[in-house]
């Protein structure tokens, strides 16, 4: 012990007599400390909007606007608009789509945005029915600077936010004014298919008289045989009866709807069905690629994406169970059943991707996925299905009574003109052509048949138009068509707000930083101690029997002085001079301490054992650590390499003890990490005095190597 106290002491006289000793000390405690304050300034709220706002992205726009139904709309107009007011990027409007990109390649902006001249034209193609999807062209510069596109990336996001919002705008505000329209002519559909459905009502009824005239008339052709002598009179009557048949059928005729078969409730069902499967395909994909590599990055990106597909598979079993319900009310038992099936099998999807994790072996990956695959085929099969009975099943019904109604209307004017000819001939040649009067009865009998199947089809009609009025989903949709176009389409663009809380929130990303920069300039003092500083104590006459740990503590004496002033001057000007949020400042200077001790004994040791080795191995372990300690990007998104020595790094220690300063404390983590810490520097300690002479003989040949170069220190 004495020794060592003699080293440290003498270590010190020396220092302090010399004024380089004293300058090369200084500079040893300031400037790996600068390095690391300038590092966190420099960083301390680069995405924020005073710093994003600086980056120049281009915008142009080309669109020529589009006409629908009178009305001129360019919805590149509102895109530009929207982005003026939008501050978060450094927007810069241009003339034209080639000054956008030649500015992009030239270097002048970071990225461009280019609104074509048929953009709003793609965009209102829903009004025509020929879908097609606009597009936006987005240029980006990405050899300026190897961080601004992830900025820019800011830039594309709120332009599709953009885009959309107006998108949804003019489609609600089409929906808004045909709602408007609709209630200033009064034209409510719900009172309008209700009026409908008693008007082709009371047709039935009608329908009925005719029938009660058809049998009448049938009746008098029976008695006409006998009574050839007053058939005159009796032919006028019966060609009165079939002209006022005549009159009612145009009546008839113009109150049937000519409508075709409704094909809304179908290509509802249809585009759900579509939708759906489309979801269920990205889903497969993406079980594809982690079942090629359970262990590896796939499936960590599936699980990443796990709650976005959980939603997506909610949703659509919400919305088929919704159809299920609907088609049920509506009459359509087959597709209804089918949905409800469909609805079943979308929630064994959702509990079998809500069962996956991280936790899982590799066969239970394997095995979940395996079985995750073929419920989603099942899925699938389900939607073809649907697809084959939605024709089948929704539009028979009205299709088949209104194409009855018309055919019995043709067929009955048909008769008619036949009833209408054959009494002609009758009045005119009686006596010659008696047999007429079979003819037509057997007329008059098919006009019977043909107006039942009529009163059949309109009763029918009648039916389906009352349960239509009825419908619960027109009401809600009429209920949406009432309400006022921008909360529409604010609330159709942005359905869902998120609710974000932050746990353990941190101020700026300077401060988020400093953990980093902070430990990195520690290790590089320690590093340039140990260079700049001999690690070997010469033999002198107050030294007496001087031992191998008598040397290795008493030099350590002034690294561990160094080293606890650099961590003192660093930590102290990231609290004061930078200002970095800190929840726990002593706790913070004591962290920073603990390094300095630890990262000099790491330093000290490998110099002290292996010479010149030691230093090139110090400077290593800087690299291996800055690459893969987790100080700018997070570890699982690092080569494995780099995830296997993660463990056994000093920094990963170092920065989470600094962390929990920084944002709050949980669970004993900064202390567990100080402990850790000084598991590495006993370490180091054995390593130093176990490793320095069986070394001595490399060292030793090493030096003499550089000596006979006669340039090298």
């Known amino acids: 012990m004495k020794n060592i106290l003699n ?25 790996p400390c600068s390095y690391a304050w300038f590092n966190i300034l420099s960083n301390w709220a680069p995405y924020e909007l005073e710093a994003t706002g600086r980056i120049a992205v281009a915008v142009a726009n080309a669109d020529e606007g589009a006409t629908v139904a009178g009305v001129t709309v360019n919805v590149g107009d509102k895109i530009v608009d929207a982005l003026k007011a939008n501050d978060d990027i450094g927007w810069v409007f241009v003339e034209s789509d080639s000054a956008a990109k030649k500015g992009v390649r030239s270097g ?7 609104v074509p001249e048929n953009f709003s034209r793609d965009v209102l193609s829903f009004s025509n029915g020929d879908l097609t999807n606009p597009k936006l062209k987005y240029y980006e510069n990405e ?37 408007s329209v609709a209630e200033a002519t009064g034209a409510d ?9 008693e008007k082709v009502d009371s ?32 032919i006028d009557s019966t060609q009165g009866v079939l002209d006022q048949n005549d009159k009612l059928l145009d009546d008839l005729a113009n109150a049937v709807p000519q409508y075709q078969a409704d094909t809304k409730v179908r290509d509802a069902a249809a585009k759900l069905a ?30 990443a994406a796990k709650p976005a597909n959980m939603l997506m598979v909610k949703t659509a079993q919400d919305n088929a169970t919704t159809h299920a319900n609907n088609l049920s009310k509506a009459g359509y038992t ?84 036949t009833a209408n000819s054959d009494l002609g001939s009758l009045s005119k040649l009686m006596s010659a052509y008696g047999g007429a009067l079979g003819d037509l009865e057997g007329s008059v009998n098919k006009t019977t048949a043909s107006l039942k199947a009529l009163q059949n089809g ?28 921008s909360a529409v389409a604010e609330y159709l663009s942005n359905p869902i707000k998120m609710d974000t809380e932050v746990i353990w929130p941190v101020e700026n990303y300077g401060s988020a930083m400093s953990p980093f920069y902070t430990v990195l300039a520690q290790w590089v003092g320690a590093l340039l101690t140990a260079v700049l500083i001999k690690v070997k104590v010469k033999k002198r006459d107050d030294l007496v029997n001087l031992k191998l740990h008598e040397s290795f503590f008493g030099r350590y004496g002034v690294y561990l002085l160094i080293g606890i002033t650099q961590g003192l001057v660093v930590a102290l000007g990231d609290l004061l001079y930078v200002r970095i949020q800190c929840q726990h400042p002593l706790l913070f200077v004591l962290a920073a301490c603990v390094n300095g001790m630890v990262f000099m004994m790491v330093n000290y040791a490998l110099v002290f054992a292996l010479d010149n080795i030691g230093m090139a191995l110090g400077v290593i372990f800087l690299v291996l650590q800055v690459a893969g300690s987790g100080g700018t990007y997070p570890i699982e998104v690092l080569p494995p390499v780099f995830k296997a020595m993660y463990p056994f790094m000093p920094f990963r220690y170092s920065m989470d003890a600094m962390r929990e300063c920084i944002a709050g404390m949980y669970d004993g983590i900064y202390w567990k990490c100080l402990g850790i810490l000084m598991i590495f520097f006993v370490v180091s300690i054995l390593f130093g005095l176990a490793f320095y002479r069986p070394a001595l003989w490399l060292n030793n040949l090493i030096a003499e190597s550089k000596a006979k170069s006669e340039i090298m220190l």
């Open 203 to 234: 047709l039935a009824r009608d329908i009925q008289s005719c029938i009660i005239l058809s049998q009448s008339a049938a009746s008098l052709t029976v008695a006409a045989g006998g009574l050839m002598d007053a058939s005159g009179s009796l």
């Open 458 to 485: 309109a009763g029918n009609l009648s039916g389906i138009l009352s349960g239509a009025a009825g419908n619960e989903l027109l009401q809600k949709l009429m209920d949406l068509m009432g309400n006022d176009e």
């Open 143 to 179: 050899k300026k600077n190897a961080i601004a596109p992830k900025i820019t990336g800011k830039a594309e996001q709120a332009v599709r936010e953009e885009v959309n919002a107006a998108f949804v705008e003019t489609l609600a505000g089409y929906v808004s004014d045909a709602a």
């Open 7 to 31: 080293i440290a002491r003498y270590d010190l006289k020396k220092i302090t007599g010399s004024v380089v000793a004293i300058i090369t000390i200084m500079g040893l405690c300031l400037v």
């Open 274 to 303: 579509e939708h759906t499967k489309k979801n269920m395909d990205t889903i497969l994909t993406g079980i594809e690629a982690a079942l090629a590599e359970p262990d590896g990055l796939a499936y960590d990106a599936f699980i």
């Open 189 to 197: 559909p719900t009172v309008m298919l209700a009026d409908l459905a």
């Open 334 to 417: 087959d597709l209804a059943a089918n949905f409800t099936q469909l609805s079943t099998d979308l929630g064994t999807v959702y509990s079998e991707l809500d069962a996956l994790s991280t936790d899982m072996s590799t066969e239970e990956r394997t095995a979940a996925l395996e079985q995750l695959k073929k419920d989603i085929e099942k899925v699938n099969t389900d939607i073809d299905t649907i697809n084959e009975l939605v024709k089948t099943d929704i539009e028979s019904d009205l299709a088949k009574a209104l194409s009855n109604t018309k055919k019995s209307i043709a067929n009955y004017r048909t008769s008619l003109k």
């Open 108 to 114: 002048k902006y970071y990225a461009a945005l280019v």
